[in-house]
């Protein structure tokens, strides 16, 4: 399914109505930004557990890698690409050694992507990203939901190390903007027009972005 024939049930299959009506208010503010690329998480209710799962293990994992030595379970994680990925097939059996194996470049998933694909993956399930081509023509690049999603575990992670704790909650949206946050809290709005407070702290201060990025202070 093309990006533009996709609804927002097919983006947030999990979202409730309180979800559905912050983001309406945030798409129709009329301080609201030129939105000009839409995504969504795509997680189905049983993949958001999956997702909570691997975030337990990532926070509890211990880091038990040694210099000059691949981690316990890169071994493991060899032998099974090469099993299920075709284009790692013909390899044969793992080396002995990780450094043995042959490196890849784009232009090998240029040429055909869907030999990266593993054989034991729902391909109803797949999205696509595209590089923005860089360092060469855009490349179109296979993936699944749970990766992306996955990466909150290790970002809770990396962040607590500096005594950073993530908070969510109901009506609360974390937006990164390069050089500073803006955080956006209200109340779950019964109509469009709630009131939205934007508290955006910039080297600890306030920080209300101007109109140049279009995202001014909600009144």
Not at 182 to 196: A, D, F, G, M, Q
Request: a positive charge.
């Amino acid at each position: 399914m093309t990006p533009d024939l996709l609804s927002d049930g097919d983006r947030y299959p999990t979202l409730t109505p309180a979800g559905r009506d912050l983001l309406r208010l945030m798409r129709e503010h009329p301080h609201a930004p030129i939105y000009r690329n839409e995504s969504g998480n795509r997680l189905s209710a049983d993949e958001v557990e999956q997702v909570r799962a691997l975030e337990r293990e990532a926070l509890g994992a211990p880091i038990d890698w040694q210099p000059n030595q691949p981690p316990a379970w890169m071994r493991k994680f060899v032998a099974r690409s090469i099993e299920r990925v075709p284009a790692y097939r013909r390899y044969g059996a793992p080396p002995a050694s990780f450094t043995d194996l042959p490196t890849i470049d784009r232009s090998d998933l240029s040429r055909d992507i869907a030999q990266y694909v593993p054989d034991d993956v729902d391909v109803d399930r797949l999205i696509n990203f595209r590089t923005s081509g860089t360092t060469g023509h855009p490349l179109l690049v296979a993936s699944h939901p749970l990766v992306a999603a996955q990466y909150l575990g290790y970002h809770k992670r990396a962040l607590r190390r500096f005594g950073i704790e993530l908070q969510h909650g109901r009506g609360q949206v974390g937006l990164p903007d390069r050089s500073h946050r803006h955080k956006i809290e209200t109340e779950p709005p019964p109509r469009l027009s709630s009131r939205v407070l934007t508290v955006c702290r910039r080297r600890g201060l306030d920080y209300f972005p101007g109109k140049e990025n279009r995202t001014a202070a909600l009144p």
